[in-house]
T-cell receptor
């Protein structure tokens, strides 16, 4: 049973560019959440997708957008990259209930130069 | 939003020692999870424990929801226990996990 997978593992971009990160949830899960973890900090919630809709959003600008596909996989898009967007981006999947355990993927390390 | 505070921020132990990590939260929660983040960044689930006590090998956790805190116990620590331990909760009004700043643990031989 595959866990949560993310691609790519590492990415280097320059300021102003756009980036797309991908996530496939754990088998049997239909909900995907995205988190940003800056160096030395705890992960910060970006948004959660369920039934192909954004169900909840954290305190992130509109440059951060996402999508969920019918097979429950998800993409995170970041436009107009800033140096401060450099971070580890983590995807978590869960079943749809609010009391469900979230399982995290290995993350994508994004460096913006 | 809900606040999560973890203590201590840093901990250095010798192999074989025991430790207790604490997580305080500011509001009622319907989900509380403990994670271990390894040096490669992977968040590994340790416990889902919104209330009560659980044990898994050398690790155990207790959450007292009415007093808004959780404790993670590590017994007979090993060098492989090194890393950052996070507590994360979601409030009754949302789906987001809110993380503390973590406890950085170093276990020396």
């Amino acid at each position: 049973d595959a866990g949560v997978t993310q691609s790519p593992t590492h990415l280097i971009k320059t300021r102003g560019q756009q980036v797309t990160l991908r996530c496939s949830p754990k088998s049997g899960h239909d909900t995907v959440s995205w988190y940003q973890q800056a160096l030395g900090q705890g992960p910060q919630f970006i948004f959660q997708y369920y039934e192909e809709e954004e169900r909840q959003r954290g305190n992130f600008p509109d440059r951060f957008s996402g999508h969920q596909f019918p097979n429950y996989s998800s993409e995170l898009n970041v436009n107009a990259l800033l140096l401060g967007d450099s971070a580890l981006y983590l995807c978590a999947s869960s079943a749809s209930g609010v009391r469900e355990t979230q399982y995290f993927g290995p993350g994508t390390r994004l460096l913006v130069l | 939003g809900i606040q999560v505070e973890q203590s201590p921020p840093d901990l250095i132990l010798q192999e074989g020692a025991n430790s207790t990590l604490r997580c305080n939260f500011s509001d009622s929660v319907n989900n509380l999870q403990w994670f271990h983040q390894n040096p490669w960044g992977q968040l590994i689930n340790l416990f889902y424990i919104p209330s009560g006590t659980k044990q898994n090998g050398r690790l155990s956790a207790t959450t007292v929801a009415t007093e808004r805190y959780s404790l993670l116990y590590i017994s007979s620590s090993q060098t492989t226990d090194s890393g950052v331990y996070f507590c994360a909760v979601n409030s009754n009004s949302g789906y987001a996990l809110n993380f503390g700043k973590g406890t950085s643990l170093l276990v020396t031989p």
